[in-house]
């Protein structure tokens, strides 16, 4: 069974930043793609940036240049930069992993941005 541990979710104001991590445990064959989606309410669930295991990263439109993605082996977790909020990030922010084995999702953290 694998499990995945979100954090650093919260409230900041516009401009601000906030470091999310995804950590992630259990039975793990192989990690392949790591990546992070959102939902705000009454929308539906987006993604906001994944990164491969050789290290490509892909970003939604709306937070590139503010957002960065980045991946530790070593230590299974995924992290997610986010610089520059705007109120419209506002939303749950969810951690996906796909392995050789497993399609697993966390259990989502907020991320409220104030104006």
């Known amino acids: 069974q694998v499990q995945l541990v979100e954090s650093g979710g919260g409230l900041v104001q516009a401009g601000g930043s906030l470091r999310l991590s995804c950590r992630v445990s259990?039975?793990?064959?192989?990690?392949?793609?790591m990546g992070w989606y959102r939902q705000a309410p009454g929308k539906q669930r987006e993604l906001v940036a994944f990164i491969t295991s050789g290290g490509t990263t892909n970003y939604a439109y709306s937070v590139k240049g503010r957002f960065t993605i980045s991946r530790d082996n070593a230590k299974n977790t995924v992290y997610l930069q986010m610089n520059s909020l705007k109120p419209e990030d506002t939303a749950i922010y969810y951690c996906?992993?796909?392995?050789?084995?497993?399609?697993?999702w966390g259990q989502g953290t907020q991320v409220t941005v104030s104006s």
């Open positions: 259990g039975s793990i064959f192989s990690i392949q793609t």
């Open positions: 996906n992993v796909v392995g050789s084995d497993f399609d697993s």
